[in-house]
């Protein structure tokens, strides 16, 4: 049976002398398994389509649960993200948050839209990268069910000012008055950001630092994921 599928490839691992199996996100089926057969012989037709980040519609032959890549074209390969090494840095994490956050076979058209924008607008746009991963960090969260709740303190609803208290366990925050004791103090400005960044606005890279660093932490505790590349990315910052 063949099956015509619009996918990004999240990456792969070599089998074989010349074949790889592709992790690709589809915008029908959520994230599937595929091989690629030859595509590490030189002049390989299919080369393209094993590189991570390549958006294209995919031609899939499939046999029971086993699907090999018979065809593509290239919708978009986000070609500046890989000649850049913040953009590479930024783009390697919002693949890796999708590889471990999207279970394989569960379709995710928003977070599926909400990936194709991100790349575009990090491929040939002028936000910085940082900007746009924790935009896109935020958004994809809150599609997976542990939204941050940016509107104001959690437990009066009261717009919160100079000194404000971070809980993992609600992804809320709190005013001095209604902290709660496995709250931890963070600064301002990192809520103020984040705030920013949620709306859609564009911060520098250095704005966007300890923002990074708090979904990092959000992360790690609430969800026991850990996006390597996020850390990495946070090591070099
Ligand atoms: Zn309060």
Redesign the pocket.
């Known amino acids: 049976m063949e099956e015509k599928l619009s996918g990004i490839v999240l990456g792969g691992v070599n089998v074989g002398e010349n074949d790889k199996i592709l992790n690709v996100f589809t915008l029908e089926q959520g994230v599937v398994s595929a091989k690629i057969k030859g595509v590490k012989k030189a002049g390989a037709k299919l080369k393209f389509a094993s590189e991570p980040f390549c958006f294209a519609q995919f031609v899939f032959a499939k046999t029971g649960k086993n699907r090999t890549v018979i065809g593509a074209s290239l919708l978009d390969s986000f070609y500046p993200i890989r000649e850049d090494l913040s953009k590479f840095f930024c783009g390697g994490a919002l693949l890796e948050y999708v590889r471990k956050f999207l279970k394989e076979g569960i379709v995710g058209e928003q977070t599926f839209y909400l990936l194709v924008n991100t790349l575009k607008e990090m491929a040939y746009g002028e936000k910085a990268p940082e900007c746009l991963l924790a935009y896109f960090l935020i958004n994809a969260l809150s599609l997976s069910g542990y939204a941050l709740l940016l509107d104001g303190?959690?437990?009066?609803?009261?717009e919160l000012g100079n000194r404000i208290f971070f809980d993992y366990a609600f992804g809320g925050f709190?005013?001095e008055?209604?902290r709660i004791e496995t709250s931890r103090e963070i600064n301002a400005d990192t809520f103020f950001c984040l705030q920013k960044i949620s709306r859609g606005e564009s911060l520098e890279k250095e704005r966007c630092i300890r923002p990074l660093k708090l979904l990092d932490f959000y992360l790690s505790e609430k969800t026991d994921v850990k996006i390597n590349s996020l850390k990495e990315l946070l090591n070099i910052l």
Do not use: L, N
């Not at 303190?153 to 009261?158: A, E, K, L």
């Open positions: 303190c959690f437990g009066c609803g009261c709190f005013c008055s209604c």
